[in-house]
Nanobody
Framework: QVQLVESGGGLVQAGGSLRLSCVASGRTFSSYAMGWFRQAPGKDREFVARITWSLRTTYYADSVKGRFTISRDNAENTVYLQMNSLKPEDTAVYYC???????????????????WGQGTQVTVSS
C-alpha cells in the first residue's frame, strides 16, 4: 500500500507559478513511477505528467509541456510539480498517483495508476 498526500495548491493570477508536492508513505517509494493528473469542473480527469524512478524519465501532456516540470526526491519520498506561466485553463483539482509498473514507458491512463492522493485545488484567475 502507498499513501499519497498532496499540498501546495492555491489561488494564483494568470502568469504566476505554484509548486505542488506529493509525499508518499507506505511501501518503498522507489518502486513506483509517479504521475500528476488534474480534473477541471465538469471534465474528465486527465494526465499531466509522469516521472520514473531510475532514469527520472519524464513525460508531459502537450498542454503543459514547457511550462510544468515534474521532479522527485527519492530520499524524501516526494514528487513535485512546478507550474509556471499558469493559465486560467489550468484551474483544476490536481492529483498525485503511483504506478507500480516503474519502467520508462509513457503511461497516461488512469487505470494504470493504482494509488491516488486526495487532490489539491489550483485556481488561476484571469
Amino acid at each position: 500500500q502507498v499513501q499519497l498526500v498532496e499540498s501546495g495548491g492555491g489561488l494564483v493570477q494568470a502568469g504566476g507559478s505554484l509548486r505542488l508536492s506529493c509525499v508518499a508513505s507506505g511501501r518503498t517509494f522507489s518502486s513506483y513511477a509517479m504521475g500528476w493528473f488534474r480534473q477541471a469542473p465538469g471534465k474528465d480527469r486527465e494526465f499531466v505528467a509522469r516521472i520514473t524512478w531510475s532514469l527520472r524519465t519524464t513525460y508531459y501532456a502537450d498542454s503543459v509541456k514547457g511550462r510544468f516540470t515534474i521532479s522527485r526526491d527519492n530520499a524524501e519520498n516526494t514528487v513535485y510539480l512546478q507550474m509556471n506561466s499558469l493559465k486560467p485553463e489550468d484551474t483544476a483539482v490536481y492529483y498525485c498517483a503511483a504506478d507500480s509498473f516503474n519502467k520508462n514507458y509513457d503511461r497516461r491512463r488512469l487505470s494504470e495508476y493504482g494509488y491516488w492522493g486526495q487532490g489539491t485545488q489550483v485556481t488561476v484567475s484571469s
